[in-house]
């Protein structure tokens, strides 16, 4: 697959600064606005008791709507990588979260989104960032991405505030890879072979110590178990093979469990879906004879239980 790159061409204190945002070829712009002098509250947090919590920019305000009918694409894949290109042009990531997290159908509705059908948000299955750069200490420039996706396609609405240069359009041959979450499509590795290996998580060495992320393959599991109301999983803990079999045990169940916990507090997955087991080093996928084979033995693995 193929990629359009987005020439966003962002300035600051005079100085102009190309940030390429790339989409997958195909991509149809299906709406623009743009107001020379005008506001944008960018949303800096998810809804919360009633509000959205926003940040007032003024000044120029492109906006634009995408479609890409590629079926199977997600919101993180889309937004993954525009948040690594938005942070090494020296903007600050203010806002990343997906659906539930941001709040749902509320968030949706108390955001700036362009109309249908030129933009098209899935309730229970979209993500959003919100980037901004400062002078001075002061914000002056937001961009805000929301993308959405369906079953047949996916939409993505890039919001630029107080960013004077407009958006150029070019095409640019690149490797899918760029823009697939390297954890790969855990649904469907779910649904192909019933469990798939969380392996981007970070624990804290000898504990049960989740980082705070963001994962990409539990947001990627999240956006499954939404898209799938009647599915149920357990997540399996696993250790290498230092250490006693009683300790390991204890071990691994904790760490399920704190994956388990991470899953209903973010993402706000029923508690009745999720299941937390250890099996200690009784499961290993590769030999526990050099350092490299323990740490990929040292696993949470998704398990299908119920679809």
């Not at 709406?31 to 120029?60: C, H, K, N």
């Not at 997290?101 to 109309?115: I, S, T």
Request: hydrophobic share 45%; aromatic share 6%; net charge negative.
């Amino acid at each position: 697959m193929k990629l359009v790159w987005l020439a966003l061409l962002l300035g600051i204190a005079g100085t102009a600064q190309a940030v390429e945002l790339q989409l997958p070829n195909g991509a149809r712009q299906m709406i623009s606005r743009d107001t020379l002098q005008d506001r944008f509250f960018a949303p800096t947090g998810p809804f919360e008791d009633g509000v959205l919590p926003t940040r007032m920019i003024e000044g120029s305000v492109q906006r634009s709507a995408w479609r890409i009918d590629v079926a199977g694409l997600t919101p993180l894949q889309l937004a993954d990588p525009l948040r690594r290109q938005l942070e090494e042009a020296g903007y600050q990531i203010v806002l990343d979260c997906a659906a539930r997290a941001c709040g749902g159908y509320d968030f949706r509705f108390a955001a700036e989104v362009l109309p249908a059908p030129n933009m098209y948000v899935n309730i229970r299955n979209f993500h959003v960032l919100t980037a901004m750069r400062s002078l001075d200490g002061v914000p002056e420039e937001a961009v805000n991405i929301l993308a959405s996706a369906s079953s047949g396609a996916s939409f993505v609405q890039i919001i630029q505030a107080g960013i004077e240069e407009p958006i150029a359009v070019g095409q640019s041959a690149v490797p899918v890879s760029s823009i697939i979450v390297p954890q790969g499509d855990i649904a469907q590795e779910l649904s192909e072979n019933g469990h798939a290996v969380l392996s981007d998580l970070e624990f804290e060495s000898g504990t049960s110590a989740l980082g705070t992320g963001p994962f990409a393959t539990l947001e990627a599991l999240a956006q499954a178990l939404l898209a799938q109301a009647d599915m149920r999983v357990a997540l399996v803990g696993h250790t290498d093979n230092i250490g006693s079999l009683e300790g390991n045990t204890a071990l691994s169940i904790s760490r399920a469990s704190a994956v388990r916990d991470y899953l209903i507090n973010r993402f706000e997955i029923s508690a009745s879906r999720l299941e937390a087991q250890g099996a200690g080093y009784l499961a290993p996928i590769t030999t526990n004879g050099t350092e490299e084979g323990r740490e990929t033995n040292r696993r949470v693995e998704a398990v299908v239980l119920s679809e």
